[in-house]
C-alpha cells in the first residue's frame, strides 16, 4: 500500500471513530429504498455495528436484501466515508453483548434527550453487523481545486 493510500486509511479510519451516527440505505423486499439515521460503533477493519428494532423498516429490508449502503459525513468539516457492504443480524453471536453496550453508551451519552430506541424492550432490538466490501474516504479539507486527492479507495483487509 502506497503512503499516500496508507496516510488514507489511518485518516479515513479516525474520522470513523470519531463520529457517532450515520446513515443507511437498505432496499426492501418489494425493491424500494429506505435511508435513515443511526449511531454505530466500529472496529479497526472498518466494520460497523448498529442496534435496531427487529419491527423495523431497516430490518425488514436488510432481511429482504443484505447488501446496504452506509455513509458517515461531518457537517463542519468536508470529509465523507461510504462504505458499502453486507448486513446481518449476530444478535446471537459472542460479541453480540459487547457491541450492544458499546451502543448504548454511545446513545445514553447526550444528558438532554435520549434515543428512543434506549427505552424499549431489548428483546425487540438486533444488532447487526456491516461487512464491507467497498469504502471510499473522500477528504475535501485540503484540496485547493479538482478531485484528484480527494477520493480514495480503501483496501478492505479482514
Same mark, same amino acid.
Do not use: C
Given at each position: 500500500? &502506497?503512503?499516500?493510500?496508507?496516510?488514507?486509511?489511518?485518516?479515513? %479510519?479516525?474520522? =470513523?471513530?470519531?463520529? @457517532?451516527?450515520?446513515? %443507511? /440505505?437498505?432496499?426492501?423486499?418489494?425493491?424500494?429504498?429506505?435511508?435513515? *439515521?443511526?449511531?454505530?460503533? &466500529?472496529?479497526?477493519?472498518?466494520?460497523?455495528? +448498529? =442496534?435496531? %428494532?427487529?419491527?423495523?423498516?431497516?430490518?425488514?429490508?436488510?432481511?429482504?436484501?443484505?447488501?446496504?449502503?452506509?455513509?458517515? &459525513? /461531518?457537517a463542519?468539516? !468536508?470529509?465523507? =466515508?461510504? +462504505?458499502?457492504?453486507?448486513?446481518?443480524?449476530?444478535? %446471537?453471536?459472542?460479541?453480540?453483548?459487547? @457491541?450492544?453496550?458499546?451502543?448504548?453508551? #454511545?446513545?445514553?451519552?447526550?444528558?438532554w434527550?435520549?434515543?428512543?430506541?434506549?427505552?424499549?424492550?431489548? /428483546?425487540?432490538?438486533?444488532i447487526?453487523? $456491516? @461487512? !464491507?466490501?467497498? $469504502?471510499?474516504?473522500?477528504?475535501? /479539507?485540503?484540496?485547493?481545486?479538482?478531485? *484528484?486527492?480527494?477520493? @480514495?479507495? #480503501?483496501? #478492505?483487509?479482514?
Amino acid at each position: 500500500m &502506497s503512503e499516500e493510500l496508507n496516510n488514507a486509511r489511518k485518516d479515513a %479510519l479516525a474520522f =470513523l471513530n470519531r463520529q @457517532k451516527t450515520g446513515v %443507511l /440505505a437498505t432496499v426492501s423486499s418489494e425493491g424500494d429504498v429506505h435511508a435513515s *439515521t443511526v449511531f454505530y460503533t &466500529s472496529d479497526e477493519n472498518f466494520n460497523v455495528y +448498529i =442496534l435496531t %428494532l427487529i419491527d423495523s423498516r431497516k430490518y425488514a429490508g436488510l432481511s429482504a436484501h443484505p447488501q446496504v449502503a452506509f455513509t458517515i &459525513s /461531518a457537517a463542519d468539516m !468536508p470529509q465523507t =466515508l461510504q +462504505i458499502e457492504g453486507m448486513a446481518m443480524d449476530i444478535s %446471537l453471536d459472542e460479541d453480540a453483548s459487547k @457491541k450492544k453496550d458499546e451502543i448504548f453508551k #454511545i446513545l445514553n451519552s447526550n444528558n438532554w434527550f435520549y434515543a428512543p430506541i434506549t427505552k424499549l424492550d431489548p /428483546a425487540e432490538s438486533v444488532i447487526i453487523w $456491516i @461487512k !464491507p466490501t467497498w $469504502i471510499r474516504w473522500a477528504d475535501y /479539507a485540503f484540496e485547493e481545486s479538482g478531485t *484528484t486527492h480527494v477520493f @480514495k479507495e #480503501i483496501p #478492505i483487509t479482514q
